[in-house]
């Protein structure tokens, strides 16, 4: 089962991080690294980015519609901020699941 469900979220990563979309797969990957484990200094990442999708990693709850105006008025689209959003929220997610299993197999 273990290995099963290791499988679907393999797919997921893949489809999320490396599919076709509007921004670089290279980049999403790294966002959602980044995701994981948020720390200054990732120089892959442009800074006027660096706030919001620390702020998607760490607390969601609290970006609001000026975050997204921000970035927007810096040159993003919607649809490259949906994917960056979900990328980062899927690194956050993934780095959260993979810390309570390890608490279980322990």
Same mark, same amino acid.
């Given at each position: 089962?273990?290995?099963?469900?290791?499988?679907?979220?393999?797919?997921?990563?893949?489809?999320?991080?490396?599919?076709?979309?509007? $921004? /670089?797969a290279?980049?999403? @990957?790294?966002?959602?690294?980044?995701? =994981?484990?948020? *720390?200054?200094?990732?120089?892959?990442?442009?800074?006027?980015?660096?706030?919001?999708?620390?702020? $998607? /990693?760490?607390?969601?709850? @609290?970006?609001?519609?000026?975050?997204? =105006?921000?970035? *927007?008025?810096?040159?993003?689209?919607?649809?490259?901020?949906?994917?960056?959003?979900?990328?980062?929220?899927?690194?956050?997610?993934l780095?959260?699941?993979?810390?309570?299993? =390890?608490?279980?197999?322990?």
């Amino acid at each position: 089962m273990k290995t099963k469900f290791s499988e679907m979220v393999g797919r997921l990563a893949s489809r999320t991080l490396d599919g076709p979309g509007e $921004v /670089a797969a290279a980049l999403r @990957r790294e966002v959602a690294e980044y995701a =994981a484990a948020p *720390k200054p200094g990732n120089e892959q990442i442009p800074p006027v980015l660096m706030q919001y999708l620390t702020k $998607v /990693a760490m607390h969601s709850y @609290r970006v609001t519609d000026a975050d997204i =105006a921000q970035l *927007k008025a810096a040159g993003y689209s919607e649809d490259e901020l949906y994917e960056l959003t979900v990328s980062a929220a899927f690194g956050a997610g993934l780095a959260r699941l993979n810390k309570g299993l =390890a608490l279980l197999d322990n």
